[in-house]
């Protein structure tokens, strides 16, 4: 067995906006939709998130609502501080400010419409030394 692509699929309370928020905020692309399922892309034809109500008619198990916790979606840019200034100018809520991190990350979180946190990302140079003691 060959494995193609793999990606969330996250069951939400409020699916119109959160699929708007991360067309807006971070351009993904609509790659597939119907009235229960949002399929979402970062510029190719893979997904790269899914979103989906819970009356969808396909009834894995889990149908729950995500319920905000416990769960983080990481959305990687080339220029944190540039997101930050955009999403924070487009309304959305910012939970964690933009913030430089030791372990090698620039970055920021907002929450979609549904209670999903998004930790946007951007990749710099560690603090010198950090990583020696978790080796």
Not at 33 to 41: D, P, Y
Not at 59 to 85: K, L, S
Not at 107 to 129: C, L
Request: aromatic share 10%; charged share 20%; net charge negative.
């Amino acid at each position: 067995m060959a494995t193609t692509d793999t990606y969330p699929l996250v069951t939400v309370s409020r699916l119109t906006e959160s699929r708007d928020f991360f067309v807006r905020h971070f351009g993904m692309a609509v790659l597939f939709e119907a009235t229960w399922v949002a399929m979402l892309s970062v510029g190719d034809d893979a997904i790269a998130l899914g979103l989906m109500t819970n009356d969808h008619p396909s009834t894995p198990p889990g149908p729950e609502t995500f319920n905000g916790q416990g769960m983080i979606v990481t959305v990687q840019v080339d220029d944190a501080t540039q997101a930050y200034e955009r999403v924070k100018e487009q309304g959305a809520p910012i939970t964690h400010r933009l913030t430089d991190e030791a372990w090698g990350q620039r970055r920021f979180m907002t929450r979609d419409p549904s209670g999903i946190s998004v930790d946007v990302v951007e990749q710099i140079e560690p603090a010198p030394g950090f990583w020696e003691r978790y080796r």
